[in-house]
């Protein structure tokens, strides 16, 4: 399979970004757009309950999902069914959803460029037993994520591009290097080029300079 078979971009519906895989899938799922906000529509929280999340700290820490696990501290939450939704914030970060082929068990992770770093998304692998496939939601794009040369050799070399004297990191690339090391097969990743600094319908702390964010959640079957 080619690598483009596996970029299917989430796709705006009715207020929420869907994720193609995940819909054919049958798993209830979204991030939040723009008018959206945290959840606040009542008419998510009717659909999805209120999905457990956590206090982000741009760690590696990784929850099973339980009712006080809500706020405590950690990056990723995995949830088994019949259990509960799970969600992470973003705004610029990626947002990476993940599913077990039974669609059993799924987790939200959060990670930028710190967490990616630390090992959250190869954290986040280790964390299902057998074949598991995952999307990356919508984030800061090459196009406008800037960073100094400190990071470099933190991340793969075809993680970063110039414009001009710019140094820019793609979040997204680096999450496919990382989860392709980590034993996902590229069919099996999905990223998205949705950039939040580019697209009005998404929060970007980057372009607007404001803390807000959006929930990417998704719940077992
Ligand atoms: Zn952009």
Known sequence: MTMAAAVSDWVLEDGLFVEPRLKAAGLRHGMT???????????????FGAPVTLKQVHGRTILRAAPDADG???DGLVSRGPGPAVGVYSADCLPVLMWSDDGAVVGAFHAGWRGLAAGMLEAAAASFEGPVSAA??????????EVGPELEPRFAPSSFSRDG??????LGAEARVRLRAAGLEDSRIGVSGLCTACRPELFSWRRDGVRRNMMAFIAPL
């Open 33 to 47: 757009a723009a008018s959206a906000g945290d959840m606040g529509r009542p008419e998510l929280r009717a659909a």
């Open 136 to 145: 990356v939601g919508p984030h800061i794009g090459a196009c406008c994520y």
């Open 165 to 170: 004297a710019r140094l820019m990191l793609d």
């Open 72 to 74: 405590r501290e950690g």
